[in-house]
C-alpha cells in the first residue's frame, strides 16, 4: 500500500501523462534524489545519523501540501512514516491528505527557521496513513479546482471587485477550499463567498497573498532561463530596494530589474552583502577632489578592478581621468592637509609598455615580404617566331636520321 500510494501521490507533474504506470518525466517514479519533482525540496542530511545515547527521534513531521504550502504535524500514533508517504492529517473541519516532506531532527530546526511559535502540544496530529478511498477522494476534489476558479472569478467580475484569485486549492475530504487572490487594497467579498458557497456547496476561505507569493505558487522560468527561485527553494522574501541595483551599478531600467511577479527581483539581494562590504574601503562618491585646476567630481566606480573616474573640467569643455583607489586617497589627504596638486594627470599610473620576447630574424613581420614573390610575365612569341623554330626543329631532325643511317653503312 505504501508503495502504490507514493507511485500515485509522488512527482505529480511527472505522474499526469504516465504510461504503465511510469512516468513520462524524470522516470523515477519520486525516488530520485532530489526527492523527486515537489517544489521547496528539503534534502535530509540527517537521516543516515542515529541519535546520541537511545535518544528517540522527534515525533514532529512535516507535511507539504499543493504548490509548496508546508505545515509541522506530530506523529502521536508511533506510525512508521517516510518520506513521499501520502498521510491523513486533522484539519477544521474535517480532514486533509498531503505528503511527507520531512522527519527526524531536521524537522526541529526547519520549525526554529521558519519561526513558528507553536508548542509541541498545540501542534495538529496525523491521523493515519492515506487509504486507497483517500487518495481517489482526494484526487476527485483537486479535479474541480480549474473550473471552481474561473467560476470565481465570473462572479468576482460581475460584482466589481478589484482583486485577482490566482489559485485555488481544495481539502483532502472535499469539504472545504481556500481562494488566494491579490489586491492592491482592502476587499470587502462577504456578498462573493455567499455566492460561492451556494454555488460550490462547501466551505470558502479567502487567503490574501503578496505579489511575489503569487508567482511563487504558480512557478515560471525567469529571464536567466531557469525557474523562479520562489517557487524552487526561496522562503524568505526579503524587500528589495533600488539601492540595491544602484550600488551594484545596474541601470535602472524597471523592465530588466523586475521580475514576474512585477516586484524587484530577489537576486538583487544575493550580492548585495559582497558589494556594500567592498564599499568599506572606498571614500564617499560626494567628496570632490580639489586641484589647481579645479574640483573633480565622482563619475563611475568599478570595485572589482578598484578604480574610480573623476571628471574634471577644463577649457575643452572637460575631461575625465581614470585613477586607481590609492591615488584617491592620497589626493583626499593632500585636501584635508590644505594642499592641492596642479593636476589629476600626474596621478595617474601609466604602466610601461612590454617589449617582445622574440625576434623578427626571418623577416616574416616585414611588409615587403611579398614584393619579390612574383615573377615577371615573359613576352609573348609572334607566330612567325614559332613557325621557324618548329621548321629548324624539323630539319635538325632528318639531319639526324641521315648521319644514323650513314655509319649503318
Same mark, same amino acid.
Given at each position: 500500500?505504501?508503495?502504490?500510494?507514493? &507511485?500515485?501521490?509522488?512527482?505529480?507533474?511527472?505522474?499526469?501523462?504516465?504510461?504503465?504506470?511510469?512516468?513520462?518525466?524524470?522516470?523515477?517514479?519520486?525516488?530520485?534524489?532530489?526527492?523527486?519533482?515537489?517544489?521547496?525540496?528539503?534534502?535530509?542530511?540527517?537521516?543516515?545519523?542515529?541519535?546520541?545515547?537511545?535518544?528517540?527521534?522527534?515525533?514532529?513531521?512535516?507535511?507539504?501540501?499543493?504548490?509548496?504550502?508546508?505545515?509541522?504535524?506530530?506523529?502521536?500514533?508511533?506510525?512508521?512514516?517516510?518520506?513521499?508517504?501520502?498521510?491523513?492529517?486533522?484539519?477544521?473541519?474535517?480532514?486533509?491528505?498531503?505528503?511527507?516532506?520531512?522527519?527526524?531532527?531536521?524537522?526541529?530546526?526547519?520549525?526554529?527557521?521558519?519561526?513558528?511559535?507553536?508548542?509541541?502540544?498545540?501542534?495538529?496530529?496525523?491521523?493515519?496513513?492515506?487509504?486507497?478511498?483517500?487518495?481517489?477522494?482526494? &484526487?476527485?476534489?483537486?479535479?474541480? %479546482?480549474?473550473?471552481?476558479?474561473?467560476?470565481?472569478?465570473?462572479?468576482?467580475?460581475?460584482?466589481?471587485?478589484?482583486?485577482?484569485?490566482?489559485?485555488?486549492?481544495?481539502?483532502?475530504?472535499?469539504?472545504?477550499?481556500?481562494?488566494?487572490?491579490?489586491?492592491?487594497?482592502?476587499?470587502?467579498?462577504? %456578498?462573493?463567498?455567499?455566492?460561492?458557497?451556494?454555488?460550490?456547496?462547501? &466551505?470558502?476561505?479567502?487567503?490574501?497573498?503578496?505579489?511575489?507569493?503569487?508567482?511563487?505558487?504558480?512557478?515560471? @522560468?525567469?529571464?536567466?532561463?531557469?525557474?523562479?527561485?520562489?517557487?524552487?527553494?526561496?522562503?524568505?522574501?526579503?524587500?528589495?530596494?533600488?539601492?540595491?541595483?544602484?550600488?551594484?551599478?545596474?541601470?535602472?531600467?524597471?523592465?530588466?530589474?523586475?521580475?514576474?511577479?512585477?516586484?524587484?527581483?530577489?537576486?538583487?539581494?544575493?550580492?548585495?552583502?559582497?558589494?556594500?562590504?567592498?564599499?568599506?574601503?572606498?571614500?564617499?562618491?560626494? @567628496?570632490?577632489?580639489?586641484?589647481?585646476?579645479?574640483?573633480?567630481?565622482?563619475?563611475?566606480?568599478?570595485?572589482?578592478?578598484?578604480?574610480?573616474?573623476?571628471?574634471?573640467?577644463?577649457?575643452?569643455?572637460?575631461?575625465?581621468?581614470?585613477?586607481?583607489?590609492?591615488?584617491?586617497?592620497? @589626493?583626499?589627504?593632500?585636501?584635508?592637509?590644505?594642499?592641492?596638486?596642479?593636476?589629476?594627470?600626474?596621478?595617474?599610473?601609466? %604602466?610601461?609598455?612590454?617589449?617582445?620576447?622574440? %625576434?623578427?630574424?626571418?623577416?616574416?613581420?616585414?611588409?615587403?615580404?611579398?614584393?619579390?614573390?612574383?615573377?615577371?610575365?615573359?613576352?609573348?612569341?609572334?607566330?612567325?617566331?614559332?613557325?621557324?623554330?618548329?621548321?629548324?626543329?624539323?630539319?635538325?631532325?632528318?639531319? &639526324?636520321?641521315?648521319?644514323?643511317?650513314?655509319?649503318?653503312?
Amino acid at each position: 500500500m505504501r508503495e502504490q500510494s507514493k &507511485r500515485r501521490m509522488s512527482c505529480q507533474t511527472c505522474a499526469k501523462n504516465s504510461n504503465g504506470g511510469t512516468p513520462n518525466g524524470c522516470k523515477n517514479n519520486g525516488t530520485c534524489s532530489t526527492g523527486g519533482c515537489n517544489k521547496l525540496e528539503v534534502f535530509n542530511w540527517l537521516a543516515n545519523m542515529e541519535m546520541p545515547g537511545g535518544k528517540a527521534y522527534s515525533d514532529i513531521v512535516e507535511v507539504r501540501f499543493k504548490n509548496g504550502r508546508k505545515s509541522f504535524y506530530r506523529n502521536t500514533g508511533n506510525l512508521s512514516i517516510h518520506s513521499g508517504d501520502a498521510i491523513v492529517v486533522s484539519s477544521v473541519p474535517g480532514y486533509d491528505v498531503g505528503l511527507v516532506s520531512l522527519t527526524g531532527e531536521l524537522v526541529l530546526m526547519q520549525l526554529n527557521k521558519k519561526k513558528a511559535n507553536k508548542k509541541k502540544h498545540n501542534l495538529p496530529k496525523i491521523i493515519r496513513k492515506a487509504t486507497e478511498q483517500d487518495i481517489e477522494k482526494w &484526487r476527485k476534489s483537486r479535479s474541480l %479546482e480549474d473550473e471552481s476558479m474561473h467560476e470565481a472569478r465570473k462572479m468576482a467580475i460581475s460584482l466589481g471587485l478589484e482583486m485577482k484569485i490566482s489559485d485555488v486549492e481544495f481539502q483532502g475530504d472535499g469539504s472545504k477550499a481556500i481562494f488566494y487572490y491579490t489586491a492592491d487594497s482592502r476587499v470587502d467579498f462577504r %456578498e462573493l463567498i455567499r455566492l460561492m458557497a451556494d454555488k460550490f456547496k462547501i &466551505r470558502i476561505e479567502m487567503r490574501q497573498i503578496g505579489a511575489r507569493q503569487e508567482s511563487a505558487r504558480l512557478g515560471g @522560468i525567469g529571464s536567466c532561463g531557469r525557474e523562479l527561485c520562489c517557487s524552487t527553494w526561496l522562503t524568505d522574501f526579503r524587500t528589495v530596494a533600488t539601492s540595491s541595483a544602484r550600488y551594484q551599478q545596474l541601470a535602472l531600467n524597471p523592465q530588466k530589474l523586475a521580475g514576474q511577479c512585477g516586484k524587484l527581483k530577489c537576486c538583487l539581494n544575493y550580492e548585495l552583502d559582497m558589494y556594500m562590504e567592498s564599499y568599506k574601503d572606498f571614500p564617499s562618491t560626494s @567628496i570632490r577632489l580639489k586641484t589647481k585646476k579645479g574640483d573633480a567630481v565622482h563619475q563611475k566606480t568599478d570595485i572589482f578592478k578598484r578604480l574610480m573616474w573623476y571628471w574634471l573640467k577644463d577649457d575643452f569643455g572637460g575631461k575625465i581621468v581614470q585613477l586607481e583607489l590609492d591615488r584617491v586617497k592620497e @589626493i583626499i589627504a593632500m585636501n584635508k592637509a590644505g594642499k592641492k596638486p596642479e593636476d589629476l594627470e600626474k596621478f595617474v599610473r601609466v %604602466e610601461p609598455q612590454k617589449e617582445p620576447s622574440y %625576434e623578427n630574424v626571418v623577416g616574416q613581420d616585414e611588409l615587403t615580404r611579398f614584393d619579390n614573390t612574383f615573377k615577371k610575365k615573359r613576352p609573348k612569341k609572334s607566330r612567325k617566331s614559332t613557325t621557324k623554330a618548329k621548321e629548324n626543329s624539323t630539319h635538325a631532325r632528318k639531319k &639526324r636520321n641521315r648521319d644514323r643511317k650513314k655509319k649503318r653503312e
